[in-house]
């Protein structure tokens, strides 16, 4: 076979495992309007300023327009043929692992996801060893104890209303964006999270997280504040395949870190991409922000985005405490129809503010991988540092790559440094793998790795390695 | 409203000239109704326009523009005395030269050498010339250009640089655009058309010149038909008068083994906006850009590229370094787009700026759009101030704070100027920017 | 004795030009074999068409590699099977460490084997024993595989893959290319090392003087894509002293 065949093998892997059967449900009628907002916030029973919030939310949304200005093109969504609350009835579960199918539970392998968690993964009955309850309960002691709050953001709703009151829309405002709109008026949950004064989350927020965050819907929404001093690190998304009847995602997340506070936020996402033909697919358009509230605080993204049809997002950084740093360390893999507009931003507003962006865009098939970021720099950031670094890898000759940078600095003693190179998987680099015994689907994986490992480096440990077999796994063909 | 006095200016223009002559068929009436439709169609850009997201041009132009139609003079016309076009004239020393005064189209010499020609653009020119017509309005477009569109339907009458097969230009070719502004506020709209037929070579300069103490608009499109092996290096040059705002934008499409150099250069100008397009159109062409912005007050300058790099094996260089100094703003967007088929392509672009003071700005959107995939593409930005290691490493030699800072940023925009390959040119330019970085103490 | 490599009529063409045309050879265990000539002459295209490079074409003629059709081969089974080929302009892998590079490699030809991977401990001991021998520093293991190496560390690193692999027939093209005199002694010196009776060593070369180093039981000129000549370590001293004109005069007497 030549080296071009291969190649096309290589990254020509279809996404094995399609949409399940239908769940039963309990389904409001498709359609948006003010009642199918009150039905959600009074089936959730959620406080009157909640509820008005919402509406408030509503009104605004239905005065915007929805972006074109991300390089991806797709047909328009109607938002009136969409399901806004569908509450998920207890989920037809399989008796063992056999019943599951054995394409999936060779990714698991390939993984290498522990069994019982597989289980979970694959929704099959969990025994009395890995039960997800007790598995929560056992951590909510522990992290209470901390006085770490970290629940479902209905359930704050319910115990911690002043906590959420106070912060919700602080950093990502009802009317930032069309789906930030969208995504407030008809959020249907997601996670909270609040570490006290002065506490080090003694925990990645992460096995816990992958085992229970799934059906929180396709309106997300996710708070975490990091109190004075505190440190928390926190997953989201799984390296596991995710397959979901909804085709639009439009999450909010709003970090918000106080003086010294360091919040690590961490995603690997693999939402159905479609097929080879780009039919079906998830459209993953999110609004992620975090504000560096206080001195000497951090925010840090790292993504792994190997899923979803059409991606749209910029988690971002207002650094608005003197001496906080921001930071974004991207992986974006794009193939066969996939389309991405990914990057970040970030807001230089305190003094002696640092921020490094790290992108790495992986694209084949044909596909498009856009970058996409702002380097603000404010007329009072005084002493203002970045440096951004934007590559872009190609892999055949029909994919596409993309570098939008804006740099706007208004004060002189900043310093913003900017570079980006594109290139491709050589022939020379494979044929020398393939000479010392490494066939052409390893060298691809090996080198793709070694391209994105300063943001695999970024993840914690044993994300780290599963993300890297995500990567592999992503570009993956049926070599003969 | 400024944008309405405009586009009623375009249409009372055309108007004026479809009735004069009744039944206006030429290609050259065709291009002017299509320039006038687009200019219609996208109104005049404002901010929310990408291209202008950096650039809101209404706060710089008035309304109250009187357009001066574009035509030539046959008879002997006295330029009027202007010292910055004078400064340059005498920089360049021998040299072929042209003016357009206020649209008017005079001066223009008659002593060319054989395979060199300079004629007027009108509609019988280009209705009986292939080659003009087939050039005329093709690399510079209208569409996501409404400036382009403007000029073009104010094309009543313009300049064609013809350089025959194998032409060497003895001496620079200098096109001086003066706009007198001393009894209204005036919009002019000169059209080039430079034709370099294979194996031509020439060194262009075009400035722009203001004189009088209203506003000029000087909507200007240059264009430029490098043909195989031919090697064109074109400078443009802004005069520091507070009244001109100047729109220009250059095209060229470059053919086989052919080069295009740009040398954009503001020293100081209160509204600049460059549109340079550089096309990469046949296998081994390549294209260099050029481009300095030195800025102090309430000056801006927009720098708009495009290099397009439409077949393989095709290299371009972009390097733009920009000073902006007091309340002053510099633009960069540099585009470089690789299309599918353009395999083994190199395209470097760099952008570096010094911010010397509190309230100095710097937009910069240096984009990469690559559709092909074995190319070596790369860029680089850095928007910071003058190293502050070295400042010292010059007082621990004995050298003041402020000599080092002025010899410092001298020596970084320099670096630009230096590509400069007419000799006295560069010299000017390089004087000019110690004048202007109060270095002059610097030059030896 | 079955010969490790025979090489009979082998006809090679790259966009339809013909480089080589017809090259019979033959590698037995224990054996260095030097192939010489102008540039131009093919010497870069066999080692190539050995290793199963693609840009070329085998239009006639065969290469039995103990006892397989080597050219049926993908490029990572050659290797595998233990056929090596230290490349003229060795590759730059950005991110991939050397040492990463070399595990996978090495485990990759072992699983071919039928052999476990080796263990961490194991293989890092391995390779600093194998470094040794090219002289090479342990750092060089955690850098990104031959990315900002010198010329001379490029090629040494060659040398230690080829002593991490130990190959049964190792293919050296244009190993002493841009070398100084002292990093010619030092890859020399290794490639001697891993000299054994059960494999054999074919040197691609331009230049006499690496043949002082590494002395070849036979020398071979290559000249317009056929060995003109073939001699023992003599041959190698008359080119030296005469140059290869002689020889191209000599062929087209004879063609």
Known sequence: MDQQSVLDEVVGSDYKYGFTSNIEQELLPKGLNEDVIRFISARKNEPAWMLEWRLKAYEQWKSMIEPTWPNVDYPPVDFQDIIYWAAPKKKPELNSLDEVDPEILATFEKLGIPLEEQKVLAGVAVDVVLDSVSVKTTFQDKLAELGIIFCPISEALENHPELVRQYIGSVVPTNDNFYAALNSAVFSDGSFVYIPKGVRCPIELSTYFRINARNTGQFERTLIIADEGSYVSYLEGCTAPQRDENQLHAAVVELVAHDRAEIKYSTVQNWFPGDKDGNGGIYNFVTKRGICAGVDSKISWTQVETGSAITWKYPSVVLKGDNSIGEFYSVAVTNNKQQADTGTKMIHVGRNTRSRIVSKGISAGTSQNSYRGLVKVLPVAQGARNFSQCDSLLIGDACGAHTFPYLEVANNSATVEHEATTSKIGEDMLFYCNQRGIDTEAAVALIVNGYAREVLNQLPMEFAVEAQKLLAISLEGSVG | ?????????????????????????????????????????????????????????????????????????????????????????????????????????????????????????????????EAVRQHLGTSAPMHGHPFVALNTALLESGIVIRLRRNCTLSRPLHISILTDTSESPIMVAPRILVIAEEGAEADIVQSHHVMGSHLALDVSVCECHVAPAAHVRYHKLVDDADQLRSIATITAEVHRDGTFTSHAVSIGGKFVRNDLIVRLCEPSSQGFLYGVSLLADHEFTDNHTVVDHMVPHCHSEELYKGIYDGASTGVFNGKIYVRPQAQKTTAYQSNHTLLLSSKAQVQAKPQLEIWADDVKCSHGATMGQVDEEAIFYFRARGIDKDTAKALLTYAFITEVVEKITLDGLRDLLTTRIARKLSAEALLF | MTPLLQITNLHASIDDRE????INL???????????????????????????????????????????????????????????????????????????????????????????PLDPAGFLALMRERMALVEMDPSFLQRSLNEGFSGGEKKRNEVFQMAMLDPVVAVLDETDSGLDIDALRIVASGVNALRRADNATVVITHYQRLLDHIVPDFVHVLWNGRIVKSGDKSLALELEQRGYDWLKQEAAVEA
Request: with cysteine.
């Open chain 2, 1 to 129: 409203m400024a944008q309405h006095r405009i586009l009623e200016l375009a249409s009372h223009a055309l108007k004026h000239v479809e009735g004069a002559v009744a039944t206006a068929d030429g290609h050259l009436y065709r291009l002017r109704r299509e320039g006038h439709d687009a200019l219609q169609r996208q109104g005049i850009p404002t901010p929310r326009h990408e291209e202008w997201k950096y650039t809101n041009v209404f706060p710089f132009i008035g309304s109250d523009f009187t357009l001066a139609v574009n035509r030539w003079s046959r008879e002997a016309v006295a330029t009027p005395p202007c010292a910055s076009r004078d400064e340059i004239a005498q920089a360049i020393g021998d040299h072929y030269r042209i003016a357009i005064v206020n649209g008017v189209v005079c001066d223009v010499p008659s002593d060319l050498q054989a395979d060199f020609e300079i004629l007027e653009l009108t509609p019988e020119l280009v209705d009986s010339d």
């Open chain 3, 19 to 22: 480089i080589l045309k017809g």
């Open chain 3, 26 to 116: 033959t590698v037995n265990a224990g054996e260095v074999h030097a192939i010489m000539g102008p540039n131009g002459s093919g010497k870069s295209t066999l080692a190539s068409v050995l290793a199963g490079r693609e840009d070329y074409t085998v239009t006639e003629g065969s290469v039995v590699f103990q006892g397989k059709e080597l050219l049926e081969m993908a490029p990572e089974e050659r290797s595998r099977e233990g056929l090596f080929l230290a490349f003229q302009y060795p590759v730059e892998i950005p991110g991939v460490s050397t040492a990463n590079f070399v595990k996978t490699a090495v485990n990759e030809v072992r699983k071919h084997r039928g052999q476990e």
